[in-house]
């Protein structure tokens, strides 16, 4: 007869303390193994044997697992896998089941999306006593920092979050729907948090870092159908908009360079500045005649000085 495990119970809930038992066949004499534990996700992890919290009792014919304190975080299902050196055997899992608040698990962490897709954020939790299950809901972290709970009852953006199918749908994506998502079931006992799954853009629908208001007048314009209108009903609705354009793109002739040297170079008729340009013209044709004058009288020192030099006789 070949190795065999078989768990002595496939299904035990307890509160604090967890007694897990399978019986090896043939004996246990040169049989090992090791303990595994998956979630409700699938994710399954080798139980260490720390004599603490885990402690394992090797028997004639059979393996016992403790687990104290057993927290609702031990929520799973539970295999031995034994090997005699030459054969390889395992149990049926034994599902086990620790009273407290939900314990909830999702297989997602990260998700990259286009705009207009539909996503299914998984979430899922131990299903030990559904009675017992309040609510479902899903927290959102936007990616400006503001923490909301998402509206089920808006059917026509947002499917599941409820007891019978936890999991959240999101339809025709937009970029309102990015950030941090995070699946919340409570119970009697209190609420369980799944950890948080991130919703971002791929990079093909990434923008160039830009305001707002201009990603939504492209998104506005996007979902207009600008072929139903006619000439005159189309002027109607791009009224504003042409408004606004006309008045960025209107020049201010004020600060023209021609204007500004224009007024720089212009006739000045105040009546100040005539009276200052006349006393201005009559100083400067004064200064004009003593300069002559002397001039005059120094040519007819020179003349006397030349004629001396010559023996010329000057007429007295």
């Known amino acids: 007869m070949g190795l065999t495990v078989t768990a002595t119970e496939g299904y035990k809930k307890v509160d604090n303390f967890a007694e897990l ?7 246990t004499d ?35 697992l403790f687990i104290f304190p057993a927290e609702t975080s031990d929520i799973g299902f539970y295999v031995y896998h034994a090997t005699d050196g030459v054969e390889i055997a ?18 997602m962490s990260k998700e990259t999306v286009d705009i207009g897709q ?15 299950i309040l609510s479902v809901k899903w ?43 995070r699946c919340e079931v409570e119970n009697n006992q209190g609420i369980g948090t799944s950890p948080y ?52 793109l209107r020049v201010d002739k004020h600060n023209l360079s021609a204007t500004l040297w224009k007024l720089t170079s212009a006739h000045d008729k105040r009546p100040s500045s005539r009276h200052i340009g006349s006393f201005g013209i009559v100083f400067l044709i004064f200064l004009c005649l003593l300069i002559f004058a002397s001039d005059l009288i120094s040519i007819k020192q020179h003349i006397i000085t030349i004629k001396r030099m010559w023996n010329i006789k000057v007429k007295r």
């Open 139 to 181: 927290s959102k972290n936007s990616t400006s920092g503001d923490l909301s709970y998402i509206n089920e009852s808006l059917t026509s953006k947002y499917g599941g979050s409820n007891a019978s199918n936890p999991s959240l749908t999101i339809m025709n994506i937009d970029s309102n729907d990015l950030g941090g998502y």
């Open 197 to 248: 799954i991130t919703i971002e853009l791929s990079q093909g629908d990434e923008m160039c870092p830009c305001n707002c208001e201009y990603r939504a007048k492209l998104d506005y314009w996007a979902t207009k159908n600008l072929t139903n209108y006619t000439f005159e009903e189309l002027k109607i609705i791009l009224k504003p908009e042409l408004i606004k354009l006309e008045k960025e």
């Open 30 to 64: 040169g049989v090992t193994g090791h303990w595994t534990i998956a979630d409700m996700s699938g994710n399954s992890k080798i139980i260490v044997i720390d004599g603490s919290k885990y402690t394992e009792t090797p028997l004639l014919s059979s393996i016992e």
């Open 118 to 132: 539909t996503l299914t954020l998984n979430c899922s939790y131990m299903k030990y006593d559904p009675p017992t």
């Open 21 to 27: 038992k399978v019986d090896i066949v043939p004996k």
């Open 90 to 107: 395992e149990n049926e899992p034994i599902t086990l089941i620790v009273t407290g608040k939900p314990k909830v698990s999702t297989s």
